[in-house]
């Protein structure tokens, strides 16, 4: 669990890094620089050693370990036959609206949120109903809650038929409680509305903030809901594509499996089965444990750096994901004009917040070892500095 090793990632065909210039410091999309967990190498590299690659079937034990890790882990057993497999949570999530919509319907979502929310709406000729997200102080620190009222009118829309809820939020850094998803899930059954639960970054919680999935709220959220999971983002496997799409009804599981048939998105590769099987295990999870100390750290100390270097600058309250949401207002350009710079002056690049609907913020990646961190988040200090 070396945390603190620095993993050359230039030259591997990495999105991350071999997009960028030489020399700009990568702290924008959403992997991580930390080698994942051993038991999941070892599994990787027992497939790989066996030399063929074809098609795969993914067996009975692919769907026990999903269901004994969510119920042990999160309290909440779904069952085996309500899992569909595709190869990752964009397509699943493209094939929710393709399901549950027809072009001109409305989806709800609430902004600041992942930009693919919009483009996946937008793709089905669907109008993205943005209910944005309230900001608010407490205890002198910034948070966002959601707006019920905005949200009860917006879900009473005829038009409006489907719901996509980011749980852990991206990039507002938000973990919803359990009485503020009922709210949610009360609001979305009242009128109809079916409610999408991306749920891919559920293993990042900062210390004494639990995650609830949207459908243990209750059994009847669970019997109107999907659910979206994958361990891409907790264990760093984005590449191997695997993820799950989990519906209890009967109805709503053979509409989404219909979409993701016609959209050619019902097949994965052999390393992503062996991937998740080594992951959710008691050794995945010890390794999961101290991935989350590092980056509680890694938070610990941009607060710091904020608090002394930038107390114009907001930091919103991070209680899950491994993603900090800056509010850069006072700078007075647009959020990409603020990352253009950064990558032009100071050599790193972060993320605009107008990417995910909200102007004058940026997203900033805090998923890598110490020394990389101390490096990209000085850069960043110096940027806005010089930006004020």
Not at 2 to 17: A, H, L, Q, S
Not at 71 to 79: E, I, K, S
Not at 172 to 178: D, K, N, Q, S
Request: proline share 7%.
């Amino acid at each position: 669990m070396d945390f603190e090793k620095i993993v050359p990632r230039r030259g591997t065909n990495c999105v991350k890094w071999d997009t960028l210039p030489e020399g700009v410091l990568p702290m924008w999309v959403a992997d991580m620089d930390f080698e994942t967990a051993p038991c999941v190498q070892e599994a990787v590299r027992k497939r790989a050693a066996h030399g063929v690659f074809g098609y795969t079937a993914v067996p009975d034990s692919y769907y026990k370990s999903v269901c004994d890790w969510f119920a042990l882990r999160h309290g909440w057993r779904p069952d085996p036959s309500w899992i569909i497999y595709c190869p990752g949570i964009v397509p699943a999530i493209s094939a929710c609206v393709s399901a549950f919509t027809e072009p001109g319907d409305n989806v709800l979502i609430m902004s600041p949120v992942y930009n693919c929310f919009f483009s996946s709406i937008r793709n089905y000729r669907c109008n993205v109903q943005d209910v944005p997200l309230l900001s608010v102080m407490q205890d002198g620190v910034p948070h966002y809650e959601i707006d019920f009222d905005s949200l009860e009118r917006a879900a009473a829309d005829p038009r409006t038929k489907l719901m996509l809820i980011c749980s852990p939020h991206n990039p507002a850094g938000r973990v919803w409680r359990r009485d503020e998803l009922e709210r949610v899930g009360r609001i979305c059954l009242e009128h109809g509305v079916v409610p999408v639960s991306d749920e891919i970054h559920c293993e990042f919680t900062m210390p004494g903030v639990e995650f609830v999935p949207f459908a243990s709220v209750c059994p009847e959220f669970e019997a109107a809901c999907v659910t979206l999971n994958s361990p891409s983002k907790a264990f760093n496997i984005a590449g191997l594509q695997i993820s799950n799409i989990i519906i209890a009804s009967q109805e709503l599981r053979t509409k989404v499996d219909k979409a993701v048939n016609v959209n050619e998105i019902c097949d994965v590769n052999p390393f992503g089965v062996v991937a998740l099987q080594a992951a959710y295990t008691d050794e995945g999870y010890e390794w999961l444990k101290a991935l989350n100390a590092r980056i509680a750290a890694n938070y610990r100390h941009l607060q710091e750096l904020v608090s002394e270097h930038l107390p114009e600058f907001p930091l919103y309250e991070l209680q899950g994901t491994y993603l900090a949401w800056l509010d850069c207002r006072a700078v007075g350009l647009p959020s990409s004009e603020i990352e253009k710079s950064l990558v032009e002056e100071e050599k790193v690049r972060i993320n605009c917040g107008s990417m995910y609907g909200t102007e004058g913020f940026v997203r900033i990646n805090l998923a890598c070892p110490p020394a990389l961190l101390e490096d990209g988040l000085g850069r960043i200090v110096k940027g806005l500095r010089r930006l004020l």
